[in-house]
Each structure stands twice: as C-alpha cells, then as structure tokens.
C-alpha cells in the first residue's frame, strides 16, 4: 500500500486514535504521525511506547503542516479543537474527525476551519468498552464501517481521499447526510448504550438482588449490558447532549414498544411475545450474515484456555 497521506495528526490519543496509529502502520498509509493528547499523563504513556512518530505538547503543534487531521477527541470538546488548530492548518489540507454525532460536531467545528481546507466528518462504527493510549489494536476498524459525511460544496477529491485510507485501515465505507447519520446512530448505538446505562443502573437499585449475586450470576444478558455500560463516561455524556433530538425520538418509540409488551405479559398474551421476538431474532440473523458479527454461542467471545 502506498502512502495516502504525508503527515497524520491525531488530536487525543484514546481508543480510536491508538487504533488508528497501528492500522496506519500496518497498511504504511501515513508518512509521518503526530500526536496529542490534553493530559500529560497520555502523552507520556503514548511516548513511553511509540503509538505516534512525534506527540507533541499542543494540538496546533501537531496539527501544524499535517495533510490529514483527524479530532478523537470527545464531541463536546470539538469546537475548541478545532479553533485551536485553526491557525496551524496548512492550505489543502483535509481535517475530519471520528465522532459518534455529525449534525453537531459540524455545526461547532466548521466555522473555524479556514479557507482552503477541507472539512470531511467520518465515523468509524468501531470500538470496545475500553479507552486510552494502550487500549487500540491494528484489527479494530477490519470488516467495520466507517461513515462519511461530505458537507455541501465539499472537494470531491478530498472526500475519495480519505474514503481510501479508510478503506486501507481495513473499513467498509458509506457516505451519509449528517441527520440521517444521527438517526441511524441513534438507533443503532445510542438509545442501546441509554438502555445498558438505566439496566446496570437498575439492578444498582434493587437491594434485593444483592451486589454478589448480580456480579456471580451475570452469565446471562446481563453481563452484556454491564460490557456496554463500561464505556468512557464523558464520550457518551456529550453523544447524548449533542444528538438529542435524534435519541429522544428513538427512546419515545422505545417507550411504546415497552409498554405494549408490559401489557401482553399482563394480558398474557404469548401470540404477541412470540411473533415480536421472531422478527427481533431475524435482525439477528441480518447482523450476522452481513458480516457484522459471528454467529457462534457467547457472541463470538474467545473462551479462555
């Protein structure tokens, strides 16, 4: 694979930036990579084991004659990012970001970006429960999607660029408007991760199923929900206060949903159970054979030796 682009910046060093330094690695799509980080702490971590070529101790440092700049930093924080590096943005260059909200991040990024850059959004639909410098891996983005999102008038050129090295770093990808992308999201990741946050949050609540129990019997759906609540607090506190529209709608038809199948156990009703958990157990199979997920017991989980 040849070099896509001579200098990489990646503003924050967590899971999907340390991700993307192997992957970029692995497919040799990036001349240089810089990186940073706001705490000290993960930027000495990132150094004491090499995850970028330089992480330099300000972002407009390692923004400045980058041909690529990606933010991975929490979408509440984008807009202050990107005035930051605004100055240091050298003419031509392409700047996007990895955020799990579009209509937002763009609304607080693109007025700061200057004339004769270009602003391409993406979302690689990608990650573990896991956050910080040590936690990436070359193989996370493989066989995934990742999403982009052409603003109106955006340089074609550009946005085929950074599909291809997307697609090197082992990604599907998609072009998508930014509100259909924050509805999709939000039915697909956000309203899910609401759901696992108010279910451990549940049986956080309920003093008659003890901590012990809830910990040793967990084998079940639970323990699902438990991994999706793991997730880093602050990228998921902003994903919600920036794609509320989108997670509200969502979460209200959710809402129905619950309280028609609250009414079939009442009424017990089983033809109504049986027939919604067939077409649920269909979505299932879709997942599966689209790639997305193996169908093997324990979703896919490597049993340990």
Request: hydrophobic fraction near 45%; aromatic fraction near 6%.
């Amino acid at each position: 694979m040849s070099v896509i682009y001579d200098r990489v910046a990646l503003i924050g060093l967590g899971l999907i930036a340390s991700s993307m330094c192997h992957a970029m690695r692995r497919a040799g799509v990036a001349g240089e990579i810089t990186g940073y980080a706001r705490s000290p702490e993960t930027r000495a971590i990132a150094r004491e084991f090499g995850l970028c070529d330089r992480v330099c101790e300000t972002a407009a440092e390692a923004a400045t004659g980058a041909d690529l700049v990606v933010l991975c930093v929490p979408v509440g924080a984008m807009g202050a990012v990107a005035a930051e590096i605004a100055p240091a943005l050298k003419p031509g260059a392409t700047v996007s970001d990895v955020g799990s909200v579009k209509k937002a991040v763009i609304e607080a990024v693109a007025p700061h970006i200057p004339a004769g850059v270009h602003f391409v959004p993406a979302h690689p639909l990608a990650g573990t429960e896991h956050s910080g410098p040590r936690s990436g891996f070359a193989e996370l983005f493989d066989n995934r999607w990742c999403l982009i999102v052409p603003q109106t008038g955006s340089d074609r050129a550009a946005v085929e660029r950074l599909e291809r090295f997307w697609q090197a770093l082992g990604s599907n990808t998609d072009e998508m408007d930014a509100e259909h992308h924050d509805l999709v999201l939000a039915v697909t990741s956000h309203a899910p991760h609401l759901i696992a946050y108010t279910m451990v949050g549940v049986a956080d609540d309920l003093r008659r199923v003890t901590d012990s129990e809830v910990i040793k019997y967990s084998a079940a759906g639970f323990r699902d929900f438990t991994r999706i609540a793991a997730s880093d607090p602050t990228m998921w506190r902003d994903v919600f206060l920036n794609n509320k529209e989108a997670t509200l709608e969502i979460l209200g038809r959710f809402t129905e949903e619950l309280f028609a199948l609250q009414r079939a156990i009442r009424t017990g009703d089983g033809d109504h159970l049986h027939a919604y958990f067939t077409r649920t157990r269909a979505i299932r199979r879709g997942i599966i054979e689209a790639g997305q997920d193996v169908d093997a017991p324990d979703f896919g989980r490597a049993k340990k030796a």
